[in-house]
C-alpha cells in the first residue's frame, strides 16, 4: 500500500502525475506500494500501473431538508406591462318608466258578430230497410254555425245506422245540416233528428 510519506513526496513537485483529463498516475509493484509517477511515464518492471480519478462520482441525491425561514421582502419590482381587457360587466338596473306616447289612430272596423243564435231541428221516420236523408236549414239570412244528429231510443240506434252528417254548403258559407241514415230492422220504423246551429250575422 502507499504510505503518507509517498503521497507526501510526491505531491511536493508540480504535480506531473495529474493528467489533463483530472486523472492520477501512479505505479504500484508486488508488495502493494504505490507511488505516483508523471503522466506518460513507463512503470518498472514489477510494478503495474494504476490510474484514477480525483472526482468521485456523484452520489445518490439527499433527502429533502426543511424548509428555511421566510426571507425578508424584495425589492419592488418595475411596472408590468397592462393586461387584456376584462370581462363585460352586468347590465344595470331598469331606469324609470318613461312618459306617455300619443294616442294611437283609431284600427279598422272588426268582422260582423253573431247575434240571434238558436237551434233548427228536423225529424223524419226511417222505415225497415229504408234510406232517408234529413235536412235542417237555417232561416234567409243566417249562416250555420255547427250541427249534428241522434236517435231517440236505444232500440233505433241498435238498428240505425247514420251514413254521413256534414254541413250544407251555399257556395262556401254554411247554411245548415244534412245527415243520411239507414233502418236496418227496427219495426215499424224509427225517428231520425238532425239539427244546426242557426245565427244571424252583422
Known sequence: ???????????GGEQSYIAADGTI????????HLRLVEVGSACRSHEQSVTWAQTGQ?????????SGPKGDSGPK????????????GQQGNTGP???????????????????????????????VLDVVDVAAT??????????GWYLPSSDAQSYGSELHSNPILSGTTPVGWTAGFLNGGYEPYYTASVYAICAKTG
Open 138 to 147: 237555417c232561416p234567409d239570412g243566417e249562416i250555420a254555425t255547427g250541427g
Open 25 to 32: 498516475q501512479g505505479c504500484v509493484n508486488s508488495s502493494g
Open 77 to 88: 419590482g418595475d411596472t408590468g406591462d397592462q393586461g387584456p381587457a376584462g370581462p363585460a
Open 58 to 66: 456523484e452520489g445518490p441525491a439527499g433527502p429533502k431538508g426543511d
Open 1 to 11: 500500500m502507499a504510505t503518507s510519506a509517498d503521497f507526501a513526496s510526491a505531491t
Open 97 to 127: 318608466q318613461g312618459p306617455a306616447g300619443p294616442t294611437g289612430s283609431q284600427g279598422p272596423v272588426g268582422a260582423p258578430g253573431l247575434a240571434g243564435v238558436h237551434v233548427v231541428t228536423v225529424s223524419k221516420n226511417v222505415g
